[in-house]
Structure formats: structure tokens, C-alpha cells
């Protein structure tokens, strides 16, 4: 037998993946460390050049994750339509020389001191654009180059990815920006026009559609469908969406960052990785030894300890305490996002991969940038601490209502597509 006919045992072996995964790692590298250096800037400029307080300042945080936001909610369905109608490489593609544009345009605004909130706000809303049409299509490229039997392990190997570049992104990014602050977008633009040649040199995979393709508008409405007649499904989605909106912590991280712990763009950086610190171990572990049984009850625990981090993480005065608690909460939302990725991509038929994918990222995207602007909101009422606390016992009380309205949560056993529904690859009756 060739080496060619030999049954892969990790996704690793495969050429195909593991050029996807290193145009993940290096997208995620760049984006975030632009995106966290665009909050700083926003900050900054709220701060240093229009004079606002520290509560001003921070609900225009707030509104950045909304500039965010609006193209997201608005492009969604656009976006997950597109990944299954056309060639997902090129819709990766198309969404990465937007973001490089955007580098581009950052870098240079920033060497002239030309930036202002109105520029910020609407390169985060072109950054939102581009990552609507992003996810969709690039989460939906995995599952057709690796056996199905492999797809948990590769999901790991992806979040691990996702993880690393989450750590080094921005820690990376703060220090260059602390000595030359154009640096870091003109080495974003560059590293993002790579993973662009990577993602294109996957081979192409097989079309998703058979026949002709129902119309756009009939598609969409049948990506909603089979969501909500899912109640398992729906429950992790909006279990996610809701707890991250009130417990995520990390638009206040420029506050925490220049005012109460005092450790400037580096320790911004260096916070803003900390919870991939601790979510990249378990994702590691989860490629090792991926979950099997009572998926969710750990899912559940999981938010629980998310929530009770974030209460800590408001509390603490301590920097090197402050990035051990943050580890901590990336951990125990590493368990929450391997959970909910694999029943996704287990349990969609790859004719609606893409629609479901982008209701998956909508709502992962509404819990961040909505989360922003309610922590923006709450921060000004509560202060930035304050907010925080509030989210993390927000996020607690979610996770149990949320246990109760969907016992389904509760009684989940494992990732098995025949739980969710007997006859997998059907589009639902509309």
C-alpha cells in the first residue's frame, strides 16, 4: 500500500489543512492585533485629543464594538449564502484584502497623526464587513478537507491556532506599537496577504450544491429554519450569545490597562493574550484527548466559570494576578467554544454549512461587539470595574436560566449527529 492510501490520524497529515491552518493562524495573528491596537488608538485619541473623561472615554469603546457590529448583523445572511454558493476560497480571499486595505490605512494614518474617532469607527466598521464573510467561509472549508472522523481533533488544532495568534497578535502588536506605532499595520497588511496564498492554494472542494440552487432569499430563510427547529442547537448558540454579552471583559482592557493597573499599550497587549493563554493549553489537551461523553453538563460548568473569572478579574488590583484570572477565563471558554463548534459542524448538512456558520458567527459577533457597547453603557453608569463585575454575575444567572429553559443542554451526551435529528444532510421542511 502507498503512503498516499494510508488513513490519516491526525489532521496534520494532511496537506490541505495544514495550509488552511496556517492562513488561520496568520489572519487571526494579524486582525487581532490591529483590532487591539484600534482600541487603544480610540481610547487614546477619547482621551489625549477631545478630552474626555474616563467613563466618556470608555463608552466610546462601547461604540466602537457596535461600528462593529452593524455591518455583521446586517451582512450575516449575505455572508453565509455566499459561502455556500460560491468558491469559499475566494470569499476568504476577498475578505482578507479588505482587511489589508484597512492595515494599510491605519498604518499610514497613524505615522501622519492624522487619526480621529470618525476614521476609527469607520475602519471598525469595514473590519466588520470583511469578517462577516471571513468566518462563514472559512469554517465551512475544514469539514470538506478532512474525515469526518477527524473534524473534532482538527476543530482543536484550528482553536489552537486561533489561540496561539490570539496571544501573540496583540502582545506582539503592543510592543511594536510602544516603539514604532505604524509598524504593526504595515506587518498586519503583509502577513494577511499571505494567509490570503494560502487559503487559495487549497485544493477546491467539492460544490456544495446539487441542482439548481434555490433562490437566495429561500436560503436564508432556510438557514434560520433548520436553527431554530434544532433546540439543541439553538440553546448552545444563544447560550453563548448571552453569556459572553454580559460577561465579556475585554473592551474595558484599555481602561484596566491605562488607568487602574497602569501598564500602558504592552500590558494591553499582553492582557488581551492572556485568556488564549489559558484557552490554547486546553485546546491543546482537546487535540490530545478530545471530550466524549456529557458534552453538556461541561458546557455548562464551563459559562459558570467564565462568569465567576470575570468577577474576579474586576476585582483584582494586581497585574500579574489580573493575567493569571484572565488565563483562567480563556480556559473555561476554550471548553464552551470546542463544545458548540463541533455539534455545529457535526450536525449541518454541508449544503447549509455556511448559512449555519454565519448564524453561529452572528451570534458569537453580537456577543462581542453588543458586549462592547453594554460594557461601554455600564461603564458609564458603574465605572469600568463595576461593569465587569456586573457582566460576570450576568453571565452566572444566564447559564442557569438557560439550563432550565433548554433541559436539552443539560442532557446532551455526546457530539453523535443522530441527537440532533435522525436523517443528517436533510435541509429542513419549510
Known amino acids: 500500500m502507498t503512503a498516499s492510501l494510508v488513513e ?9 489543512y495544514r495550509r488552511f491552518w496556517m492562513a488561520r493562524f496568520l489572519a487571526v495573528f494579524a486582525t487581532l492585533s490591529m483590532v487591539v491596537l484600534i482600541g487603544y488608538q480610540t481610547y487614546d485619541v477619547a482621551r489625549a485629543d477631545y478630552g474626555m473623561s474616563v467613563r466618556d472615554a470608555a463608552f466610546m469603546l ?27 476560497r475566494r470569499v476568504v480571499l476577498f475578505a482578507n484584502v479588505i482587511d489589508c486595505g484597512i492595515a494599510i490605512t491605519l498604518a499610514l ?21 470583511a469578517r462577516v464573510f471571513n468566518g462563514p467561509a472559512l469554517s465551512a472549508i475544514a ?30 502588536g503592543g510592543f511594536l506599537f ?40 429561500r436560503q436564508i430563510l432556510d438557514g434560520f429554519a433548520f436553527v431554530r427547529r434544532e433546540r439543541f442547537l439553538l440553546g448552545c448558540i444563544t447560550l453563548d450569545l448571552f453569556a459572553v454579552l454580559l460577561g465579556g471583559a475585554t473592551a474595558m482592557l484599555p481602561v484596566f490597562a491605562r488607568d487602574i493597573l497602569h501598564v500602558g499599550p504592552e500590558g494591553l497587549g499582553l492582557m488581551r493574550g492572556a485568556p488564549a493563554v ?32 470575570t468577577i474576579a478579574f474586576a476585582l483584582s488590583r494586581n497585574f500579574l494576578l489580573s493575567m493569571g484570572i484572565l488565563a483562567v477565563l480563556g480556559a473555561a471558554d476554550m471548553i464552551s467554544v470546542f463544545i458548540r463548534n463541533s ?34 453603557l455600564a461603564a458609564a453608569v458603574l465605572g469600568a470595574a463595576g461593569a ?27 457530539f453523535a449527529p443522530t441527537f440532533l435529528h435522525e436523517e443528517t444532510g436533510k435541509e429542513p421542511a419549510t
Open 343 to 376: 455539534l455545529v459542524q457535526l450536525n449541518t448538512p454541508d449544503t447549509m454549512r455556511g448559512r449555519v456558520s454565519a448564524i453561529s458567527g452572528l451570534a458569537v459577533s453580537a456577543s462581542n461587539e453588543l458586549g462592547e457597547l453594554q460594557s461601554g
Open 8 to 16: 490519516p490520524t491526525s489532521p496534520l497529515q494532511i496537506a490541505d
Open 62 to 88: 462601547g461604540l466602537l464594538g457596535a461600528a462593529q457590529f452593524v455591518p455583521l448583523f446586517l451582512l450575516t445572511p449575505v455572508a453565509g449564502v455566499a459561502a455556500d454558493r460560491f468558491d469559499r
Open 143 to 172: 469539514p470538506n478537507i478532512v474525515p469526518p472522523a477527524l473534524l473534532p481533533k482538527a476543530i482543536a488544532l484550528s482553536s489552537i491556532a486561533w489561540q496561539v495568534a490570539t496571544v501573540a497578535g496583540p502582545a506582539v
Open 388 to 414: 465587569v463585575a456586573f457582566g460576570g454575575v450576568g453571565a452566572i444567572v444566564i447559564t442557569v436560566i438557560w439550563a432550565w429553559i433548554f433541559p436539552e443542554l443539560r442532557k446532551a451526551r455526546t
Open 278 to 309: 489559558g484557552a490554547a493549553l486546553v485546546a491543546a489537551w482537546l487535540s490530545w484527548r478530545p471530550l466524549a461523553n456529557n458534552v453538556g453538563v461541561k458546557m455548562l460548568w464551563a459559562v459558570v466559570v467564565f462568569g465567576a473569572a
Open 178 to 217: 510602544a516603539h514604532t506605532p505604524a509598524l504593526p499595520y504595515f506587518i498586519a497588511a503583509g502577513l494577511l496577504l499571505i494567509s490570503g496564498l494560502l487559503i487559495s492554494s487549497v485544493r477546491p472542494v467539492r460544490a456544495v450544491h446539487q441542482g439548481p440552487p434555490a433562490h437566495p432569499l
Open 109 to 129: 494614518s497613524t505615522a501622519a497623526d492624522a487619526l480621529s474617532l470618525p476614521l476609527l469607527f469607520g475602519l471598525a466598521a469595514a473590519h466588520g464587513s
